[in-house]
DNA sequence: GATAATACATACCGTACGGTCGGTATATGT
DNA sequence: ACATATACCGACCGTACGGTATGTATTATC
């Protein structure tokens, strides 16, 4: 009879399973009410472990802040908005996929780096600022095809790409707030409505689409 | 020589100084991150007056949730944007009003119900409705005018009153947290130009003013 | 002037928190 | 074979947390 086999995760893997669980459950809780012993339960992994990975709690919210910017940039790199030849047209593609993709419950589709920013701001800058990084990082993204597309349309204003960039990431995060507020997924796709409406009006589209 | 008179506060304002302390060291620290010792101490408080007044520390977060939607209740209905003829010239000086009052610290112009909201919509859904109420009960005091507008200008198009009021408010509350992240308050101001830029469109009114 | 309710004050309780420490099992390089 | 580093374990520590119990000064009511 060999030893008993316990259920134990894989060696080596611990540190990746605690970002995972950090970003569910802080994404559910907020990180102040997430305990370590609450991501070590969620992560099966031990208070051992955690503290040879993490130097502390806030640097697992600074690791977890890039796990996040890593594992985003992948999956928006990969999206399917970046198909259409015309700039415009993949600007608005982007947000109709920032609308499709809410889906599920609140805390899958909401935005761990906003959540945290607005909670920790004051009390960790280092939190604070990996957040910042994230968010700005993929707002400058967006900032080529907006670029683009303001050539493109000889469209002139008093704005530039990098301003509009960062606004369609504040209405994003607007939406999440009054989704959470309003415990209400449609709350969130109505102001992504209002973003779309928004761009094609400075780009003079017509509304054919409104109904 | 009479009793050494010891700096004490009124007897009766326990309540309301603890209110006051919850919405200034709450909206720079956030909710879970502040115990009750800290409200007592910031509101020169000891915590049977606390626990007098309160429940338990969620109660004081559903009561300064509802603190803040009388108190700003007032603030906007004594505010000057609602001095003009013009229905949708009182919608763009809200949003210029909003942009207006934006001064000082971060966390002297953020919104505690919107940080709040966030932080603890799935573990305490009783601060999350209050949050939620004044929220939307302050985008509703938006939507006589807005609608005014609307048929002033005999515009349409696939929105509603309703609906853009509250796009307004996750316009401001996304501002809110790019500016935290971003730890630049100019951030915020950036969004409320996109979105009176946005109502304007809605409007056809002319960009005179972009330069 | 007695009674009762309100508004505090203070000492205290059990627990859960972030973090530490000594140890062990496994892989790796020589 | 041995040394070394890495990955993890789990008991433990001091403290700070939310909440309670009991007592007292002030105010309102009759």
Redesign the pocket.
Known sequence: MSRPTKH????????IRLLEAARDVIRSNGFAA?????LCRAAD?????????F????ALGVAVAEFWTETNTGFFEAAPYHDPADPLARVLAYVAFRRAIITGGIAEFTCLVGTMAQEVYASSPDIRDACGRSIFGHAATLEADIEAARRDHGVSGGWTAESLARHTQAVIQGAFVLAKAGNDADLARESLDHLSRYIRHLFHVTEEDDA
């Open positions: 134990s995760p894989e060696r080596g893997s611990a540190r997430t305990s370590v012993d609450d992994v031990t208070k051992g472990a955690f503290f040879h990975h130097g502390s709690k806030e």
